[in-house]
């Protein structure tokens, strides 16, 4: 006599198994994973004030981001990032009283955010201390 098989009771697989396996997989990696920490820099940002009778003598360093362009203090030449970290390490900005160590950055709305990265990180590595300002609109 022959016995007639389902074929149905062939094909089932007990999967409760895979899931278990699956968990404790996901529960391995998630516990065994090292995170990698952000990379940044410290910036002091100074407290600033409009108050016209608070004005300093001295003029302030102020450096000029327009499009692509950098500018250095009233000079009307472009430079590149390298020239102006030349200039910044020229002023020898940890050797001064902390007041003196302030660079105004004056940025264009349209400025390249890795433009004002290396900028920032130029003023930073230089001891100055960063100071932005923000053109108004009075409409």
Known sequence: M???RDKKDAADVDMSAFSDIAFLLIIFFILTTTFVKPFGSDLSVPSGSSDPENKTEDKQLTILLKG?????????????????????LAENFPNKEPDKRMVIVE????????????????ISKAGGVLALIEEENNK
């Open 68 to 88: 692509s362009s950098i500018r250095y203090a009233d000079n009307e030449d472009e430079l590149s990032i390298n020239e102006l970290r030349k200039k910044l």
């Open 2 to 4: 022959k016995v007639k």
């Open 107 to 122: 940025c264009d709305k349209d400025l390249p955010y890795e433009q004002y990265f290396q900028v920032v990180m130029a």
